[in-house]
């Protein structure tokens, strides 16, 4: 049996100024089913998630707007 491996995407968020967006970023991926971590880079405007799977870029998208921010074309 092959151990599966954890995905990890980095996306480009638009908006995020300070920790409080940091927080609502990474509570709002982090509720995406097979997401296992979130770590938000401010100075670079990117969240990278780890999750079990390829998550679908509408879900992420849909969660980052949630938050109130963007998601960037396309991952980071």
Known sequence: MTEQR?????YAVTGMTCEHCVRA????LSTLPGVEE???DLAAGTA?????????VESVRAAVDEAGYELAAGIA
């Open 6 to 10: 954890p995905v990890v995407q980095t």
């Open 25 to 28: 970023v990474t509570e709002e």
């Open 38 to 40: 979130v770590r938000i």
């Open 48 to 56: 990278t998630v780890t999750s079990a799977a390829p998550l679908p």
